[in-house]
Structure formats: C-alpha cells, structure tokens
C-alpha cells in the first residue's frame, strides 16, 4: 500500500523489492529523481521520526533513497506511514 500510495508522485521512483539477499521481507524503496522538487532524504525521515506517532525509516541505497521495511509494522500501520509519507512529500 506504500507503492501504491506513492507511485505517482513526480520525482519520486518507487519500487517493491523482494530477494534472497537484501530484502528477505517485501521492502517498499523511494529513490529521487533529478525531477524530484521536494525535501531531501534527510529531512523526510526526521519529519517522520517526529511525528505522532512517531514513525522511523530506513536508508537505503548511495544515491539516498527511504526503505520501509515493514517488519514490525501491524495490520492498519502501512495506511498510517504511507499516509504521513504523502502529506510530507507532497503527494496528498
């Protein structure tokens, strides 16, 4: 529901990734654009981390993308940070 929710935010590349090796668990990955207009990766996570609730996100990648590794997410929290994710990256 992350992808879903971000797909179509222009700058923004996201992807589902799931492998033997980096992601064992369905991992939602946001990459910047050289379109991207908004807020680097760095400001984005602490805009999450300080948020009620507060939600906390991976790094992921050397160009400075955001990992959601849902593993200690439950049933109704991927809506919440896919929710918070939209309002602080422009796309809802």
Same mark, same amino acid.
């Given at each position: 529901?992350?992808?879903?929710?971000?797909?179509?935010?222009?700058?923004?590349?996201?992807?589902?990734?799931? &492998?033997?090796?980096?992601?064992?668990?369905? $991992?939602?990955?946001?990459?910047? $654009?050289?379109?991207?207009? @908004?807020?680097?990766? &760095? *400001?984005?996570?602490?805009?999450?981390?300080?948020?009620?609730? *507060?939600?906390?996100?991976?790094?992921? @990648?050397?160009?400075?993308?955001?990992?959601?590794?849902?593993?200690?997410?439950? &049933? @109704?929290?991927?809506?919440?940070?896919?929710e918070r994710l939209r309002g602080i990256l422009g796309g809802g």
């Open positions: 529901s992350v992808v879903d929710a971000l797909i179509e935010v222009p700058g923004l590349k996201v992807t589902l990734e799931h &492998d033997d090796y980096d992601y064992l668990i369905p $991992t939602a990955l946001m990459t910047f $654009t050289k379109e991207w207009k @908004g807020q680097s990766r &760095d *400001p984005v996570l602490e805009s999450m981390a300080e948020g009620d609730p *507060p939600i906390f996100l991976g790094t992921a @990648g050397p160009e400075g993308g955001i990992a959601v590794v849902p593993v200690n997410l439950r &049933d @109704g929290e991927a809506e919440i940070v896919a």
